[in-house]
Every structure is written in C-alpha cells, then in structure tokens.
C-alpha cells in the first residue's frame, strides 16, 4: 500500500470518526462542560502515552511555543463547548453544517490581520455561504424544537466556528512543533481550564456514561489525531481538503439515522450551499477567470 492511498484510507477514517462525535455526546447523557473536561481528561492520558512512545517527551519547548499551544489549546476547548451545546438545540446536522463556515473565519481574520487580498472568487464564495446560513435560519424548526433555542444553536456553531479559526491562526505561528504534542498540551488546558467548573463531586454512576467520554477521549481525541496527522504527512493538501467533507456528510446521516432529524428542503438547500462554499474555498475552486499578469503573481485562491 503506498503512501497516498495509505493517507486516503487514515483520512477518511478520521473524519468518519468525527463525524459521531454528536452521537457520543448526546447518547452520553452528561452536561457539555463535563462532557468537554472528561474528553481533554482521556484524551490527554492517551495523548501523553502516544507521546512518550514516539519519544516527543523530550522535545524541549520553548515558553513561547508554550503559551502559543495554551492559547490554542483554550480556544479549542470553548470551540467543542460552544460545537456540543449547539447540538442539542439546532440538531447535529444544522450545527455540523453551520460549523463549516471555518474557512470563511480564516479568510476574514487573513483580510484583518495580515492584510491578505479578498479576491472576487472568494467573495462569491463567501456570498454563496451566506445565503445558505439565510435558507437554514429562516427555516421554521420542527414543532419539538423551541425557536429560541434554534436560533441560539446556530449562534453557538458560528461561535465555535470562530474559535476555530483563531486556534488555527494561532497553530500556524507553531510551525516545526509535533502535532502530536501540541494537541496534548492544548487538551492538558482543556483539564485545567474546566476542572472548576465540571461536576466532579457527582461523578457519572453508569458504564455506559463512561463508556461514551472514554471514547470522546481516547478514540475521538487520540485515535482521531493520530490518523489525520498521520494523513496530513502523506496527502496532497487538495485530497485533504476534499476527504474532510466526510466529517459533514457523516454527521448529517449519524443525526438522521439515529435521532430521526430530517431537514426542511430549505435547510437542505442552505446546508448544501455552504458546504459547497466550503469545499470551493478549501479546494481553491476558480469561479472567475482572470487575466494573468506578467508583473505580480495571482493570489492563492
């Protein structure tokens, strides 16, 4: 087996994975803030064994690279509480396709921040994207649902979109440093940040409870690390970009297939919208042609 289909097969595995995630935190039965500190909890027990064993526990860092990997590591962690609390009020599958606005954010912030051209594909892009979010906020959520509490879950998955793309901003200024390790560190501030408020004095009585946030630990967490970054040193940045529309697609079929969720035609055409948006921003798809220009390069689209 070679190293791309090697990487298609580790790649496809992990966005899979992702892709039960709300399956896992909802079945679990438990408050999102403990939900989120038992999965930094296991994921930093198994993270640190993976570590030891590659041997990545003697890198030294230094206190920037540190403080670097904390801060991504505390927007991560308001990331997956802002991504799980929307799951339960806007249904896995509006969340997941909301959440997907990421590379909108990364765009925004490249625009604010490092003064990095708005190209008018990106644009376009970013309007498709837009009118999508219009379609699925203006759908009526089902008779069960209460419409504050949709809005509000939608709200929450653009949030944790954010949070995203500022723990992203913040990882590119860590270029060099393991993957490996600084997703443990990030989970390590995950365990600190949340241990004042999660509910340790009333701990969950149940296997099955914590059956489901071991797993959210060790194989979403670390199980789920190890094959993307294992996949990332193997793929073409475009097949990476492509393989991470599973996540979406599995969440979508993990939310109808198990809790019945089915979609407005609207908030299928919305959610459509902007995963395609995505998929064109994240492929570099060109919607425009433009006149090459001997004096400057184009942009990266």
């Given at each position: 087996m070679n190293d791309t289909v090697r990487g298609t097969v580790e790649m496809s595995a992990?966005?899979?994975?992702?892709?039960?995630?709300?399956?896992?935190?909802i079945m679990s039965g438990q408050p999102i803030m403990d939900?989120?500190?038992?999965?930094?909890?296991?994921?930093?027990?198994?993270?640190?064994?993976?570590?030891?064993?590659?041997?990545?526990?003697?890198?030294?860092l230094s206190l920037r690279i540190i403080g670097l990997a904390a801060l991504g590591g505390?927007?991560?962690?308001?990331?997956?509480?802002?991504?799980?609390?929307?799951?339960?009020?806007?249904?896995?599958?509006?969340?997941?396709?909301?959440?997907?606005?990421?590379?909108?954010?990364?765009?925004?912030f490249?625009?604010?921040?490092?003064a990095e051209r708005l190209t008018l594909t990106k644009l376009t892009w970013l309007a498709i994207a837009f009118a999508g979010m219009v379609l699925i906020v203006g759908a009526a959520p089902d008779s069960g649902d209460v419409g504050?509490?949709?809005f509000a879950g939608i709200l929450m998955?653009?949030?944790?979109?954010?949070?995203?793309?500022?723990?992203?901003?913040?990882?590119?200024?860590?270029?060099?440093?393991?993957?490996h390790l600084i997703a443990l560190i990030q989970v390590c501030v995950g365990v600190v940040m949340l241990a004042p408020f999660a509910n340790l004095s009333h701990l969950p009585a149940d296997p099955w409870s914590w059956a489901m946030l071991a797993t959210l630990g060790i194989v979403h967490t670390g199980l789920m690390y190890i094959l993307m970054y294992?996949?990332?040193?193997?793929?073409?940045?475009?097949?990476?970009?492509?393989?991470?529309?599973?996540?979406?697609?599995?969440?979508?079929?993990?939310?109808?297939?198990?809790?019945?969720?089915?979609?407005?035609?609207?908030?299928?055409?919305?959610?459509?919208?902007?995963?395609?948006?995505?998929?064109?921003?994240?492929?570099?798809?060109?919607l425009w042609k433009s006149r090459p220009s001997a004096a400057s390069p184009q942009p990266i689209k």
């Open positions: 992990a966005m899979a994975i992702l892709g039960t995630i709300g399956w896992f935190v939900v989120v500190f038992w999965r930094c909890a296991f994921g930093a027990l198994t993270l640190l064994v993976i570590c030891a064993s590659l041997g990545l526990l003697r890198n030294r505390a927007a991560i962690v308001i990331n997956w509480l802002l991504l799980f609390s929307a799951f339960s009020r806007a249904s896995i599958s509006i969340a997941t396709a909301v959440y997907n606005t990421q590379p909108f954010m990364l765009v925004g490249g625009a604010l921040l490092f504050t509490n949709y998955a653009l949030a944790a979109a954010f949070f995203w793309a500022v723990a992203a901003i913040v990882t590119k200024k860590l270029k060099g440093t393991p993957p294992g996949a990332i040193q193997k793929l073409p940045t475009h097949l990476q970009g492509s393989l991470s529309f599973i996540y979406p697609v599995v969440a979508i079929l993990v939310d109808v297939t198990a809790f019945g969720h089915r979609l407005h035609f609207s908030q299928v055409v919305g959610a459509a919208a902007i995963l395609i948006a995505a998929a064109g921003m994240n492929l570099g798809w060109t």
